[in-house]
Structure formats: C-alpha cells, structure tokens
C-alpha cells in the first residue's frame, strides 16, 4: 500500500488532511511538533485524531521555535490576537519559519520510510494571510523536494499535497464531515484549557464556519 506523512498539529484542517490522505488510499505516518506552543492540548487532540483515524505510525518531535520568540503563539507576552487582522496584514500567530522547518522534517521522514507524499492541512484563504501558507511557498517547496533528497534526484520526489489550500472555512468543514473527521475531537483554539476559549481569532473563525455548514452545535463554549 502506498504511504504518506501527514504533519497532524490536532486541530481541525490537519485533520481533515489526513482523513483526505486515507480516502486517497494512502496508509499514514503522522508527525507532530512540540515546538514551543503555548499550550499542549493540541498534540493531546493530534493522539485522538491518529488513534481514530487507525495510524499507528505517530512521532512528536521536539523542535522548540520558541527560544527565539518572534510570535505570540510561542511568547506569553504577547496578547493573543481576537479581533482578527487588515487585509494584507500578517498577525502575530504567525511562527517564523514554522512550516519550512515542519515540512523539511517531514521530508525527512517521508524518504526514510519510503513514503511517497506528504499531506498539509495549509489553508492560503483563512484570514491570516501566512506566506508559508501560499501555492507559490509550495510550488518553490516541491523544487527543492526534488533536488534535495536522494529519491527526488532517482525521479521519483516525494510529492507535497495540500488539499486544503484554497478551501474556505466551510469548505473544509463540509469536506470534514463528509470525511467522517470527529470534529468536536479536534483543537483550534490559540488558548490552552479544557474547552476553546470561543474569542481567539482561530475560534472565531472556525465557530463561524460550523455556524455556516449547520453545525453550530459544535462552536466553542467558554
């Protein structure tokens, strides 16, 4: 059976990327990233997701961004943002390079376990606007895929695959619930906690979205 990585963060986009990777008939590797995050109670809703889902490959690794700050979603100091962002305006949640060092990772263990893809729950319409969130950031990704790995030299790269990429919000959480993803198991909230805090910018973002698809039996309740 062909296999895939799939970068599992617990929250409700990553999800649905591997539940997508499934329906496409891959067998899945999840990896993980203690990186410094505020929080950890997304990497306990990346266990539940993988435990569903049936993967029984899943590593965590530590990659600590944090000792570097430079985002609020890795300082404590800086106030999480809830009133969202201007339009071309890149808020302070964004990790400076987080997805380069994720992907690069995954990379890694894509070629070491002879998996041919590697599926990304990146989203380039939600609000945020993170350059490493772009089709253009994956287009230049997949090159140095290709000349940065003995497999993509032999012509066989390990393809990046992001299904979600120009999604909506609702978009995605239609493809979810299509997908059978256990939606109120997932984490998007930027707050650590039992429940979502329902004010962040992220919770925002997603109670809308469940609002919208007809669920709104599943929006965060503080």
């Given at each position: 059976?062909?296999?895939?990585?799939?970068?599992?963060?617990?929250?409700?986009?990553?999800?649905?990327?591997?539940?997508?990777?499934?329906?496409?008939?891959?067998d899945l590797i999840a990896l993980s990233f203690r990186y410094g995050q505020r929080h950890e109670r997304e990497l306990i809703?990346?266990?539940?997701i993988?435990?569903?889902?049936?993967?029984?490959?899943?590593?965590?690794?530590?990659?600590?961004l944090s000792q570097w700050g430079g985002s609020s979603l890795t300082?404590?100091?800086?106030?999480?943002?809830?009133?969202g962002v201007?339009?071309?305006?890149?808020?302070s949640t964004y990790?400076?390079?987080?997805?380069?060092?994720?992907?690069?990772?995954?990379?890694s263990l894509a070629e070491a376990q002879d998996a041919?893809?590697?599926y990304l729950g990146i989203n380039a319409v939600d609000y945020s606007g993170y350059p490493d969130c772009r089709p253009e950031y994956l287009e230049a990704f997949q090159k140095l895929a290709s000349l940065s790995s003995k497999v993509g030299v032999e012509g066989k790269p390990i393809m990046l695959k992001a299904p979600l990429v120009m999604d909506s919000k609702v978009d995605i959480v239609k493809r979810a619930v299509a997908l059978n993803v256990p939606i109120p198991q997932t984490w998007s909230c930027y707050a650590g906690g039992d429940t979502p805090c329902g004010k962040c910018d992220s919770c925002r973002i997603r109670d809308q979205a469940l609002i919208e698809a007809g669920y709104p039996e599943w929006v965060s309740h503080p």
């Amino acid at each position: 059976m062909k296999r895939a990585v799939v970068l599992l963060s617990g929250g409700l986009d990553s999800a649905t990327a591997a539940a997508q990777a499934m329906a496409d008939g891959y067998d899945l590797i999840a990896l993980s990233f203690r990186y410094g995050q505020r929080h950890e109670r997304e990497l306990i809703a990346a266990k539940v997701i993988a435990g569903h889902l049936g993967i029984t490959q899943h590593f965590i690794i530590d990659v600590n961004l944090s000792q570097w700050g430079g985002s609020s979603l890795t300082d404590v100091q800086q106030t999480l943002p809830q009133d969202g962002v201007e339009s071309g305006e890149i808020p302070s949640t964004y990790v400076p390079g987080r997805n380069t060092v994720f992907i690069s990772l995954a990379l890694s263990l894509a070629e070491a376990q002879d998996a041919e893809a590697i599926y990304l729950g990146i989203n380039a319409v939600d609000y945020s606007g993170y350059p490493d969130c772009r089709p253009e950031y994956l287009e230049a990704f997949q090159k140095l895929a290709s000349l940065s790995s003995k497999v993509g030299v032999e012509g066989k790269p390990i393809m990046l695959k992001a299904p979600l990429v120009m999604d909506s919000k609702v978009d995605i959480v239609k493809r979810a619930v299509a997908l059978n993803v256990p939606i109120p198991q997932t984490w998007s909230c930027y707050a650590g906690g039992d429940t979502p805090c329902g004010k962040c910018d992220s919770c925002r973002i997603r109670d809308q979205a469940l609002i919208e698809a007809g669920y709104p039996e599943w929006v965060s309740h503080p």
